[in-house]
Structures are given as C-alpha cells and as structure tokens.
C-alpha cells in the first residue's frame, strides 16, 4: 500500500505544479498560482504521514518505508529547483518569458554548477537518514526496523557516487572544442512572484 502512496505522491507532485504554473500563465490568476505552487510540499506531508500511520500501527518496516525516506529528502532538496525549472519553462512557452539558461558546460562554472547539485544531494542524503534514524527511533524494536538500515547505506553509496561529478570536473574541467567560445556565465535570474 505504502508504494501506492509514493506513487500518488510523484503523480500529485506533477499535478499540483501543472495546475500552479497553469493558473498562473495561462488563466493569468498569478495569486490562484502561487498558491496552489505553496501546496506543492503538502505531497510530502501525505507521503511522511502514510508512512508514521503504517509504522505506529505495528507495520514492519520494509522497502517502501526507506524508499518513502529517500523519496521526501530528495523531494525537499531538489523539490524547490524543480518547480522553478518548470516555472522557467512554462513562462517561456506560455508568457513570453525569457528563453531558460542551460547549464554551463564548460570550465569553473560546470565545476561550481555541478558542487551545487551535489550539495543539493548531501541535503537529500541527510533529510533522508535523519528520517530514517526518526522512524527507528519512533518504532524501538530492531526487528521492525532492519530494513531501513539498510537503506542509509544505500544514500551514502548514491552520494558518494554523486561526488563524482563535482570532483572530476573541477580536477579536470571540460574545454569546449576548438573554435567554440566559453559562453559567459549568466547571472542568477531574479525570482518571479
């Protein structure tokens, strides 16, 4: 059942940031917009509720209850720069916004990019450890809780793997080709309301 849940939950994820960005561009109602984007985390709220309501009603922790763990740390760190991405594309597509500014490839800016993703990972890795520590923690019986042990191994290995990105690329930048220019890095875009 709790699969279930964490599925409905990507699924309202995507359906809650679709009905925000579209009240926002294409019924042009800006305030119905930025509300429904500040429901957006309530996804999580679901998802990490299910999760206690199956544990404390004497569930043994299994697969679903780490993946629940790992979906909500990723979700809280890469959450809030996934909905700007859309936001981006969306006004763009719908509004006459600016084109969306791609990601460096080239030199210190894709070393810089790629660190701030990975910093991004190290939130999800601790948002979702400190979950999984809390829901042993909140169960008190090893025998229930095994799985999710297992399962702080599992982000620690997805980050350690992630590190290497930054690492490679600030050790050994990509150059662009010859008779490609380096595009200069554009700054940071102002927040839409």
Known sequence: MLLAVIAACEIGFWLVLAAGLSA????????LGAFLLICVPLVD??????????????????????????????????????????????AHRFAGGPPPTPKPKYGMARARYEWREFGKAAIAWAIGCGILLAMITMVGDADRTEALYGWMGRLSVVLAIWAIWPVSHTLWPSKPKPGQEIPVEPAEPAARG
């Open 45 to 90: 709220v679901v998802l990490i509720t299910a999760t206690v309501i199956d544990l404390r009603g004497g569930g043994t922790a299994d697969f679903t209850h780490g993946l629940a763990a790992a979906y909500l740390g990723y979700s809280v760190a890469f959450g809030h720069g996934m909905v700007r991405w859309a936001d981006q594309r969306f």
């Open 24 to 31: 926002r561009y294409l019924l042009r109602r800006p305030r």
